[in-house]
């Protein structure tokens, strides 16, 4: 069993004191084990602005661009290893491993673009300069230049490999040091890739630092110049926000949390069409991969109630099929929970929505998993939950459950009444919309717009071309209101705005243009 440690300070650090051990979710077979008492927190830090945050600064958009271009390399050419360890670290189906590895890979090459199209600029020149007297000579510009600290980064145990690669993207290509904490329970693979990045030497020293196991007291370090940008639940989320130490310094803080994602299916869309099977697909998607432990997946399914039988006996058929078990057996198609704890909390989660109506598929009962060793692993059924037409449904409304659990919900056919149950989830990262009616279309998604990050439009002619809702691309935010966390992540340049202080200069327009780079070919 391998221990993992710590890189900060530009050295690998072991923790003292009590490790935990993380195991294969499968088998339950110790793989490796993992702590950070003792680990100097505050001089790693000081060590990331100190070296890390200079070292980005001095280089245009273009060279960090490529710094980005080689970490995605470097992960590209260890690929099957990476993902070898997520199957077995993570219960991942192979499926899954390539969702979480991929998508890392995938997220820094788009952010190694974006760079190389910003060019040899250093910091970002915000819209157009303005004239601000009566003559032109007094003039005004906004800039937004990488802030002198460090990113914080805070991740969920569900995407240790997309949730470390797409924040540390944003962040490195803004110019701002990082130092990422993977939850414990999934490090391994997170550890794996900053150690292939050390190995390779593909960051200058302090652009990267990585806390392995609990965050202890880097947090109440934290200064005016950091910002920490946290996934996971709107509970941890709450406390980070609430720190002395965030508060004091007035410390940027983003957070992606919860949410209860819903997909509404259109009065036109008819059983047995196009636009049906691509809905239906989709739910039993977001049901199973990654056994449903992803921020964006379907929770919650509004059907028309004359249809709302046929749908759900459709995913029932299909959810029959799916095998659950050891990813490490390719028959499997949908592996266990990532934890014991996991598992505790989806099985309290599936008692309390039934209290809201009944089982349609699939129980909280406990499941022995396709070729794991008897008694082992996290497994659990896919559960379909269904309330009566008109029902309050209060926790389904209020609960998320992260696990291969969805409800249908049974509604009008009528626009507002979809927006209105939809809303009631409090703000969320995404909901979509299955419909080839304009008109339903525009006002469902204008009724769910306020409430969401992200708002997706299912019609048959994406089918093939879309990968879901479920997927976070690095082109469209990725964030929500209200129980959501209130974050923005992503969106292409926008995400790189957290990272970046905006600055208004104001002066004799020859003065300014020449700081913001606007003339004469000065590189900024
Ligand atoms: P969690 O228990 O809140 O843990 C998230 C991270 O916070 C872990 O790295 C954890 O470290 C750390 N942490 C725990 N206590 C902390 C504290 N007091 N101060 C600072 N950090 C602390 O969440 P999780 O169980 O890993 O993730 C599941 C939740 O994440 C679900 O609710 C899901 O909806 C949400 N999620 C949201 C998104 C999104 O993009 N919106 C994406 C994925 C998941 P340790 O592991 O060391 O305890």
């Known amino acids: 069993m391998i221990t993992l440690r710590s890189f900060v300070g530009g050295a690998w650090a072991a923790g003292a004191g009590p490790l935990d051990t993380l195991v294969n979710p499968a088998t339950e077979e110790g793989l490796a084990r993992a702590g950070s008492g003792g680990v100097d927190r505050a001089a790693a830090l000081d060590f990331a602005r100190a070296k890390g945050g200079p070292a980005l600064r001095a280089m245009s958009f273009a060279e960090r661009g490529a710094l980005l271009k080689a970490m995605a390399d470097a992960f590209t050419a260890h690929r099957n290893e990476l993902l070898d360890l997520s199957v077995t670290s993570g219960g991942n189906t192979r499926s899954d491993a390539k969702f979480d590895v991929d998508g890392a890979t995938f997220t820094l090459a788009a952010y190694a673009e974006i760079?190389?199209?910003?060019?040899?600029?250093?910091f970002l020149v915000d819209g157009e300069g303005v004239t601000l007297g009566r003559s032109p000579r007094f003039h005004g510009q906004h800039v937004a230049v990488p802030r002198h600290g460090v990113a914080v980064h805070i991740?969920?145990?569900?995407?240790?490999a997309w949730g470390f690669a797409?924040?540390?993207?944003?962040?490195?290509?803004?110019?701002v040091p990082v130092i990422t904490k993977p939850a414990t329970s999934s490090s391994i693979l997170?550890?794996?890739?900053?150690?292939?990045?050390?190995?390779?030497?593909?960051?200058?020293?302090?652009?990267?630092?990585?806390?392995?196991?609990?965050?202890?007291d880097l947090l109440e370090h934290v200064g005016p110049q950091d910002v920490v940008a946290f996934t996971g639940s709107g509970e941890t989320g709450t406390k980070i926000r609430a720190l002395g130490s965030i508060i004091r310094n007035s410390v940027r803080v983003n957070v992606e949390a919860d949410s209860l994602n819903a997909a509404v299916l259109g009065p036109d869309v008819e059983p047995g069409s196009e636009t049906w099977h691509y809905a239906l697909k989709d739910v039993l998607r977001d049901m199973t991969q990654k056994a449903g432990q992803k921020c964006t997946a379907i929770r919650r399914i509004l059907i028309q109630g004359g249809v709302a039988v046929r749908f759900r006996d459709d995913l029932v058929d299909r959810l029959k099929a799916m095998t659950v078990g050891n990813p490490a057996d390719e028959s499997v198609r949908m592996g266990p929970l990532a934890t014991a704890g996991q598992l505790q909390d989806v099985r309290g989660g599936v008692e309390k929505l039934a209290a809201d109506g009944r089982a349609a598929f699939g129980s909280a009962a406990p499941l022995a998993g396709a070729g794991a060793p008897p008694g082992k692993g996290f497994f659990i059924s896919p559960v379909l939950l269904e309330v009566a037409p008109g029902a309050a449904a209060p926790a389904v409304h209020t609960h998320e459950v992260f696990g291969p659990v969805a409800t249908l919900v049974p509604y009008s056919g009528e626009a507002g009444a979809a927006a209105e149950i939809v809303a009631r989830g409090s703000g969320g990262l995404v909901s979509s919309v299955y419909s080839e009616d304009p008109a339903?279309?525009?006002?469902?998604?204008?009724?769910l717009a306020p409430y969401h990050g992200r708002v997706f439009l299912g019609t048959a002619k994406i089918a093939e071309l879309s990968?879901?809702?479920?997927?976070?691309?690095?082109?469209l935010v990725h964030g929500g209101p209200g129980r959501a966390g209130g974050g923005e992540e992503l969106g292409g340049i926008r995400g790189l705005a957290f990272y970046l202080q905006r600055v208004a200069l104001e002066g004799a327009k020859p003065m300014v243009e020449r700081i913001a780079g606007i003339k004469g070919g000065e590189t900024r």
Do not use: Y
């Open 166 to 175: 797409e924040k540390a993207a944003v962040a490195l290509l803004a110019g």
């Open 190 to 216: 997170t550890h794996r890739m900053v150690e292939i990045l050390v190995e390779k030497q593909v960051l200058p020293a302090g652009a990267l630092s990585l806390l392995v196991g609990g965050v202890g």
């Open 115 to 122: 760079g190389k199209g910003l060019g040899e600029a250093r």
């Open 440 to 447: 339903f279309t525009s006002d469902v998604v204008l009724g």
């Open 467 to 475: 990968p879901g809702p479920g997927t976070v691309l690095p082109q």
């Open 155 to 160: 991740n969920a145990f569900n995407f240790p």
